[in-house]
């Protein structure tokens, strides 16, 4: 079987257990018993059992909206490069695909939010947009370091052309894009997952009125986007290609896995950012990439 | 080429006979607007029909006067430019009669198509003029005819004082160009386009000169920064008709104008890519800041031209920088990334402008901070206008994409050369897209949701309905057009080869290679979509499904646990944007306005927020005070009494009598 369509599968099948994963993690730090790595997919069972309910102000956008991000997200799966950093697809130029349709997921999140009319919902799609701005261009500018370096166009041919050679560029682009996962994933300390009703929050907070199904798949997709996300990540901090496929599963999954643990001693360890830092921060990570980009050049 | 006199005839004709049925105004628009359909329908065939061909017509005109001949022509570039044009024209006249009904009792509706007619002919001929002069006398009858129809309500001041603006700005712009045209001419010894590219040698030395006057002359019109500054208050005055026309084909007569010279003036300086290359990200990156902090719906729209505009130079900019430095790939992803860009900008924002005129008719206001919620009374408008809006901000799989993405893709492959300038341009062009995208997202994510989505925040969105057959006609057909645009590029790009040859000057092979390379791209993105689709569909059903065996009640908007929510207590448009223009605003300088009492007892206050064009403020402003102000010194030249007037006509006879003998 082709590694890169297994790749897929894992993916779909395997992406909620990383947000327990991290929950995990934090509950493991804060002395508690904490909640089953598995929880993700049991609300996830519960909620598609669920009915739900719709606000008077909405219209179909309002439940198109997260039905499309969950559609474009797989779509990105298919260029996404996993293990041996491969991809099921690949061409020159999926790279500009690839921050796009993360572009065209946010929009439909936003416009689902706006939707219902509600301020909160307006303040969380106000805050996902702005931070957008200095993220894209973080991204961007750091793929295009990994693009000068490897003379390649595809992600996956980026993925799998790296050495342990180029460490100092690789560590400052995974630095800029560990910032980035962070911030695209709403995680701490851009933005805090726990908290629901906090006037911080974002991602959480754009959701307020989704219920039943129609949650389950926003549920579903932040999980897949942790993990889409995440392997670029991953890909870079780890070079390691031995090519020996279950050798690459191996480092790939376990990648993954740190990652999360990562994620969850960040959120153990800090408290989130004011609003008016994050901007900052993603800044900073765009000087990264930039900085990775300078070297690269000399 | 005789279709395109017939076409151009068509359009003038009819708009002459609409004008003489001024007492008539249904006739009138009816003559109008199916003579500038049957034009344009006309014309638009053969446009397609010459770029499938790849044929190029040129006809010698016969000498008129002594100074330039009726020389017509039509090649790859301009039949490019024809397509866009007669669609909009077609597309906003038949938009056009539903929306003047209103205005039949209190303006010239004959009138209106005499000078709406007259601005497409006078585009399309500009478009296959071949002669300096001939070229230099459609443009003028263009920014007239356009003048008036941007003050066509000129009961309302700032209506008013807009047209004037435009007028003057405009006649600035032309200047430069006569004189750009009278030094080819002298150069050339001739006004006719195929001895200034017969004679590009005896150019070269001022090709320099040319291209200043070029970037200057036409970018008035299209509307570069900092010249850009009549357009947001041109285009919100004019009727919606003439505002999706002029924001979407007028002003890109500048950039094919400059296309045009580019081909005369031999091979392109590096200076000049970057000059270009430098204006258009500036003027991409300002004009979406400004439009972000816009209220007035339309004048959003227009400040977003800026920015598309940008984008477009930013593409020739690139194209000149690969031509001088002998990188193919650049040159062609950058010209045919901002050609693509011309027709695309002009099929979402004339759609825009539609829509955005739609919403303004049938409420009464284009201040979008007291609509919203009018989705359910509009679903066409809605829909199209969010295609409109998703297209605009670059997202895929709607023709936005597609052509940022040419440009995008020339940028990475260079970002792997070694000449520092290119590497430099490239990233900036990959960052600046990429920031300028992001940015317009959120400006469209705000007017959308602002203006349709949430609940009515007056009784002027409550009464709104859906405009009449005619005017959603033009939307949806111009909505379906983007998406069509958008996902058969694989059909559409090898048709670029004989328009890439003729702009860039590139060896046919190189073209080839690149075309092949773009569409085998564009080949794997469709499969990308296909795939989204299938899970799209998928999704759906299985939603479907679940929630069909389920009892799914409705309730209002859950605001955690407040009982009395209004609409009132929505999120405006500026607080929607507000943490952006807050961190922009030192370019921005947008005035916030709260009047917080310091009383025991709060009163009424009320937040306002204000943008102001930085341009206008602290250039234009004090620039046109200062002209003021020395002009009226001089006043004293003038004060009424004829007597002096005949005695300076005397002196001057005199002056020149003697100048003439001595």
Known sequence: MNSALLNIILALIAAPLLPGIINRVKAVFAGRKGQPVLQLYYDLHKLLKKSAVFSSATTFFFWAGPLAGFAVLAGSLLVVPQAQGKALLQFPGDIILFVYLFGVMRFFAVVSAMDTGSSFEGMGASREIQFAVFAEPALFVGLATLARKTANLSLSGIYSSFSWHDSTILMLVSAAFFIIFLAENSRLPVDDPNTHLELTMIHEVMVLDHSGPDLAIIFYSASLKLWILGSLVVGAIIPMRTGNIIFDELIFLSGIAALSLAVGIVESCMARLKLLKVPQLLIAGFALAMLALIFQIM | MFEFILSVSIIFTSGIIACLLNRHPGKASFI??????????????????????DITVYKKGICAFNIGTLSTGIDQLSAFFLIPLFILVAVSSVYGIQYLKPFYAKKPIGSFWLFFNLLAASMATLVIARNGVFFLVAWEIMSLSSYFLVTFEDEHKSVRQAGIIYLIVNHI??????????????FCGSMEFSDFSAASSAILPVSSALFIMATIGFGVKAGFVPFHFWLPQAHPAAPTPVSALMSAVMIKTGIYGLLRILTFIGPPHLWWGITLFG?????????????LTQHDIKRLLAYCSVENIGIIAMGIGLGLIGLNKKLPVLALFGFAGSLLHVFNHALFKGLLFLGAGAVAQQTGTRNMEILGGIFKKMPVTGITFLIGAAAISGLPPLNGFVSEFLIYFGSFKCITVSSLSVVVSSLLAITGLTFIGALSAACFTKVFSIVFLGSERSALAEKAAEPGKMMRAGMVFLAVLCVLTGISMPLIIPRFHGLLIEVSGLAFSEIDLFLSQ??????????????????????????????????VRTAPTWDCGYSHPSAKMQYTGSSFVQPITDFFNFILRAGKKTELSSDIFPKKTSPRFESQDIFMRYIYEPLSAKIYSLIMKLRWIQHGRLQVYILYIVVTLLVLIIWKLG
């Open chain 2, 279 to 291: 204006i258009g990200l500036i003027s991409g990156i300002l004009g979406v800041l400004f439009a």
């Open chain 2, 173 to 186: 712009g032309v200047m430069f160009l006569f004189f750009m045209f009278a030094m080819m001419g002298k």
């Open chain 2, 32 to 53: 109008g607007a199916a003579g500038a359909v049957t034009g344009s329908a006309i014309g638009l065939i053969a446009s397609i029909r010459i770029i499938l061909n």
């Open chain 2, 518 to 551: 773009a569409k085998t791209t564009f080949v794997f993105i469709n499969k990308i979509y296909a795939a989204i689709a299938v899970v799209f569909t998928c999704a759906f059903l299985l939603r479907k499904k679940i929630l069909a065996e389920k009892i």
